[in-house]
């Protein structure tokens, strides 16, 4: 599995990504099942509110071999900080129409 993961830009400045590496690293929660190699494509945010840029950096890391498009649990759970994004689902949704079927969507890491 080759995996894009897209973030919350507000969360950037207090989170580095490192819980979300480690349970990549450690085949837990959102990869638990996983019975393949995993290796990270690349990570980004999702532009900043309302997340449009969203669609754009997944269909980017796509093009650079990513065949799963994950969203940090910064967008869908709102960890660390306790506020989900509140275009989560409009993000899911424009990335699943742009990129279509045969991308995986993962909703959340941790």
Known sequence: MKIG?????QTEDMCPGTACFKVVRER????????ED???IGINTCGGCPGKKAVIRANKMVERGA?????????????PIGFPCPHR???RLAIEKRLG???KIINYTH
Do not use: P
């Open 38 to 40: 995993i290796e990270i």
């Open 89 to 91: 689902e409009q993000i």
């Open 28 to 35: 837990k929660l959102a990869f638990e099942s996983v019975g």
């Open 67 to 79: 065949d799963t498009i994950v969203l940090a649990s910064c967008i869908t759970k709102g960890t």
């Open 101 to 103: 079927s045969g991308i």
């Open 5 to 9: 993961i897209i973030r919350c830009m």
